[in-house]
């Protein structure tokens, strides 16, 4: 890293939209905001990690993150943001105005959990080790979250673009990403928003550039049904869905783009010696690019309609024909950054300065929304190390948080640029 004056350190820093190379992270660490924000994180583990025990006790599942969000909007309130407040789906917004309100750098972590109501979350130690289940996926993220705000409050930091922190619903697995959604439809803040920073789990090298697509159905059959034996040759859904699914399989996938097709369940029919009245299957695309699950998609939707055709012209008896019903399941679009991208550069160079080996990774996360919407988006741990996610075991070892916590302030000072 180059080493720099304080002239150069003002010219560098009055200018928000300066490519990312130019700057140097040594020089922003050196402002007294930065030390002290970094100071916060070491001096105030302890608040963080009570924090973290708290959002992990109140239970999140999907569909229902209202008691979880309603205490951030609480703590987003008592940090001292300004325009808190919740959205129509449920996400929590609040602000730290910069000096130039036009530009926004938003941070978010997902409120939900993949457990359902019920589970036991008793949030226990054994060692270093913090095990509940969403101690890591998200109260780490969430945890995050508040230390970010709290710092920035604490140390006085002033910032150029607006930081807008969102504490949003929606992100596993049926939730389907709505929170985000519900953000990045709204137009004015759109145009606002420079950079998305997604805070998901520890892990203070992972760097989700890369958004993996992903298009889920469920294909259900419905016909007469009737007696095996006095029926025989009514058209038979599960039969149909056999001629569905041998279409399906032939269909050619691609190994560049990466691309999968599975049908991941099947169900359907009552007795052995009925012919039945219904029969289901669902089927989860997945593709690094957003033309070949479309293609995909169409695929689908062909097989059906020839399968069930196919299965009706070999109907023997008079009845009602069967009849489709294709419905989504969930759909989280594909894209990826370029790799000039600034919030890459911005990332590298902090992780260059901190000794992190960065490490790109393509998932599907929050950030998919605005990465498909063109707007420059990653998904990064929140410090720390964590197992066994989305298990009853997950566990969180805060050893070595402050040094995931540093790596966001930096990059997200970077991005938003800073008045000192
Ligand atoms: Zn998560």
Same mark, same amino acid.
Request: charged share 25%.
């Given at each position: ?130 095990? /509940? ?14 230390? &970010? ?54 892990? /203070? ?42 279409? $399906? ?39 690094? $690019? ?31 024909? &069967?009849? /489709? ?28 300065? &901190? ?11 929050? /950030? ?53």
């Amino acid at each position: 890293m180059r080493r720099c004056g304080v002239g150069f350190v003002l010219v560098v820093l009055m200018s928000a939209q300066l490519p990312a190379a130019e700057v140097s992270v040594e020089a922003i660490e050196k402002l007294p905001a930065v030390q002290r924000a970094e100071e916060f994180f070491l001096r105030e583990s302890g608040w963080i990690l009570q924090q973290q025990i708290r959002i992990t006790s109140i239970a999140a599942p999907p569909f229902e993150e209202e008691e979880r969000a309603r205490y951030l909007e609480e703590q987003f309130r008592t940090l001292g943001l300004e325009n808190v407040r919740r959205d129509t789906i449920g996400n929590v917004l609040g602000e730290r105005p910069g000096s130039d309100p036009e530009h926004i750098v938003l941070i978010a972590a997902h409120v939900d959990t993949v457990f359902p109501r019920g589970t036991e979350i008793e949030v226990r130690r054994e060692g270093n080790r913090w095990i /509940a289940p969403g101690i890591a996926d998200n109260g780490a993220g969430l945890a995050a979250l508040l230390a &970010l705000i709290a710092a920035a409050q604490e140390s006085q930091l002033r910032t150029r673009a607006t930081l807008l922190f969102v504490a949003n619903v929606g992100e596993e697995g049926e939730g389907n990403l709505r929170g985000m959604k519900e953000l990045f439809a709204d137009s004015a803040l759109r145009r606002r928003v420079r950079a998305v920073i997604v805070i998901d789990g520890s892990n /203070a090298e992972r760097l989700t550039s890369k958004a993996l697509g992903s298009n889920r159905f469920q294909v259900i059959i419905r016909g007469p049904g009737g007696h095996s034996w006095a029926d025989f040759g009514l058209p038979n859904p599960i039969q149909a869905l056999a001629r569905i699914i041998t279409r $399906m399989t032939a269909v050619q996938i691609p190994t560049q783009p990466r691309t999968s097709f599975n049908v991941g369940e099947i169900h359907g029919g009552t007795a052995v010696n009925a012919v039945p009245y219904w029969a289901s299957l669902k089927v989860d695309i997945r593709s690094e $690019m957003e033309s070949e699950i479309e293609r995909l998609e169409y695929a689908l939707r062909q097989a059906v309609a020839e399968g069930l055709a196919e299965e009706n012209a070999a109907a023997r008896t008079q009845g009602a024909p &069967l009849e /489709a019903e294709i419905r989504s399941l969930g759909r989280r679009p594909a894209g990826e950054l370029p790799p000039t991208a600034r919030i890459l550069e911005v990332f590298r160079a902090v992780d260059q300065h &901190l000794g992190i080996e960065t490490n790109i990774q393509r998932s599907s996360t929050d /950030a998919n929304i605005p990465i498909s919407l063109g707007i420059e988006a990653v998904a990064v741990g929140g410090g720390g190390r964590s197992g066994a996610s989305h298990s009853l075991r997950e566990w969180y070892d805060p050893t070595g948080r402050e040094l995931g916590l540093k790596r966001i302030l930096l990059s997200l000072i970077l991005l938003a640029g800073v008045e000192e």
